[in-house]
């Protein structure tokens, strides 16, 4: 890991992300992608931890950031986020260089498309209905997992749709 931190200050940018676990706890973490001197690429997740602030805003986020980045040493370098206005403000009021991750963006843009085309729309919204009733149903569940067996298929779990901003 030290090789890691010592390398981290010559080409690197970083991704910070925020979830809330199925137990409604929050968590953040710092993730970075750097070039070493023989210019192979690495990522590596730096932090994951418990995000304690009640608040998201960009003041908690900002001071949070920074000190992780101060913890690691890293300085100066381009933040990858998402497009939500607590995290710009965040980016903004540290003087950190950001730009939005283009991933989210086209996942925003592909969910507002599928969103105006009616027969997709129809498809998700009954999809979202079946998987709600099995949530709540274990004999539901239990036909499923015998589903998955019968046609030898990996044992998955029916997963609610999580959204994003």
């Known amino acids: 890991m030290q090789t890691a931190k010592l390398n981290l ?6 991704r910070l992300h925020f979830y809330t676990s199925t137990t409604n706890d929050d968590y953040t ?3 970075v992608r750097f070039v070493d001197s023989s210019f192979k690429p690495h990522h590596l997740c730096i932090e994951v931890v418990p995000f304690l602030e009640i608040l998201h805003n960009a003041e908690n986020i900002s001071k949070f950031l920074t000190d992780i980045l101060q913890a690691w ?3 100066h370098k381009v933040v990858v986020r998402d497009n939500a206005r607590n995290i710009i403000c965040a980016l903004n009021s540290s003087n950190f260089d950001h730009l939005p991750c283009i991933a989210h963006t086209l996942q925003l843009v592909i969910k507002d498309g599928l969103r105006n085309t009616p027969s997709i729309k129809n498809m998700v919204t009954n999809c979202k209905h079946i998987v709600g009733h099995a949530k709540h149903s274990s004999q539901v569940c239990k036909i499923v997992r ?12 029916l997963v609610q749709d999580e959204p994003t901003r």
């Open 9 to 14: 200050n010559s080409y690197c940018k970083g």
């Open 29 to 31: 973490s710092l993730a």
């Open 73 to 75: 040493n890293i300085c």
């Open 146 to 157: 015998i589903v998955q067996k019968k046609l030898n298929l990996p044992e998955h779990k």
